[in-house]
């Protein structure tokens, strides 16, 4: 069925350093992509999104590279800090006749100071 | 403060008794959704409901039920309670316009420990 999945549950990174948190999708139709952080203790908060006519889409720290091709997304955060700690869930949001928002199991991020 | 408004934030209760978590949305978002997150585990949806009526159904429990009231606040009933219920449950709206759908707003959810 169709699933938005993630590549590695655990990602640890050197402060200041930049991290990259994949995901893959299987619905060719998807087209659009949402990235959530997660605090522990917290509700997930959006990142960053991405519809399908963009490779590539910036903010503040954090970059969503998208290949159609290969059905894959990726987060890239610049140069972490501490805060940056957090679990990261790429979700692909309800279309028409899918009335829900669809999440990935997560990457925990670890930001080593 | 995401606008959404989740209570209570922490919830002990027994085995088989009944709970019920409410959620008021964000200001002008017709849509509620619950989601369960168990500990280390991705976020499970349960039910939406738009503007007063069930939207869509996920891996809901027949013990657990919602409903949307004409206020847009939503109520999560989880009764005969099991050792397995303890889970964050998160309440999340959002704005829909036409066919273009936005990201969705999460509350700070309801933590339910079932002793």
């Known amino acids: 069925g169709e699933s938005v999945g993630l590549h590695l549950p655990t990602l640890s990174v050197q402060e200041g350093d930049n991290s990259i948190i994949n995901c893959a999708y299987s619905n060719s139709a998807s087209d659009y992509f949402i990235w959530y952080k997660q605090e522990s203790g917290k509700g997930p908060q959006f990142i960053i999104d991405?519809?399908?006519?963009?490779d590539k889409r910036q903010g503040q720290r954090v970059t969503v590279l998208l290949n159609k091709t290969v059905k894959h997304l990726s987060l890239q955060i610049a140069a972490t800090q501490p805060g940056d700690s957090a679990v990261y869930f790429c979700a692909e949001p309800p279309n028409f006749g899918n009335e829900k928002l669809t999440f990935g199991t997560g990457t925990r991020l670890t930001i080593i100071p | 403060d995401s606008g959404v408004t989740q209570t209570p934030k922490h919830l002990i209760t027994a085995t088989g008794q009944r709970v019920t978590l409410r959620c008021s949305p964000r200001?002008?978002?017709?849509?509620v959704y619950w989601y369960q997150q168990s500990l280390d585990q991705g976020l499970q949806f349960l039910i939406q409901y738009y503007n007063g009526e069930e939207r869509a159904k996920g891996n809901i429990l027949e013990r657990f039920s919602a409903q949307q009231f004409p206020d847009l606040h939503s109520e999560l009933n989880l009764s005969s309670l099991e050792l397995g219920d303890s889970a964050l449950y998160f309440c999340?709206?959002?704005?829909?316009?036409?066919?273009?759908?936005?990201?969705?707003?999460f509350g700070s959810g309801t933590r339910l420990t079932v002793v």
């Open positions: 999340a709206s959002s704005v829909e316009q036409g066919e273009i759908y936005y990201g969705y707003t």
């Open positions: 991405i519809r399908s006519n963009m």
């Open positions: 200001s002008g978002d017709l849509s």
